[in-house]
Nanobody, 122 residues
Framework: VQLQASGGGLVQAGGSLRLSCAASGLTFSNYVMGWFRQAPGKEHEFVAAIMWSGGIKYYTDSVKGRFTISRDNAKNTADLQMNSLKPEDTAVYYC????????????????WGQGTQVTVSS
């Protein structure tokens, strides 16, 4: 199983980035897909998750209204559109796949991507 995250970069506050996660080696539609982030010195923080068919999505409060998670089960991809970025969004972002519905707990994710750096300058 491989999850490949891409799309990170350096952006000014108020800007946008789109992260993409390409999955292979698993039956993608059987997994909840999540995005987490980790800032220096901090633990993994749940950002967003999307259920198997894409009809149900969850977000942490700090990104609601700014971030949108989506998935394409035909292409085995899960994306995170990030708008109105803030300096506090700076972190390494990870995509992950879970066979459990406990989407907010990183311990319940079976597979992880390598992470992509997002830096938001003020």
């Amino acid at each position: 199983v491989q999850l490949q995250a891409s799309g990170g970069g350096l952006v000014q506050a108020g800007g946008s980035l789109r992260l993409s996660c390409a999955a292979s080696g698993l039956t993608f539609s059987n997994y909840v897909m999540g995005w987490f982030r980790q800032a220096p010195g901090k633990e993994h923080e749940f950002v967003a998750a999307i259920m198997w068919s894409g009809g149900i999505k969850y977000y942490t409060d700090s990104v609601k209204g700014r971030f949108t998670i989506s998935r394409d089960n035909a292409k085995n991809t899960a994306d995170l559109q990030m708008n109105s970025l803030k300096p506090e969004d700076t972190a390494v972002y990870y995509c992950a796949a879970a066979s459990s519905t406990r989407y907010f707990d990183p311990r319940n994710y079976n597979y992880w991507g390598q992470g992509t750096q997002v830096t938001v300058s003020s």
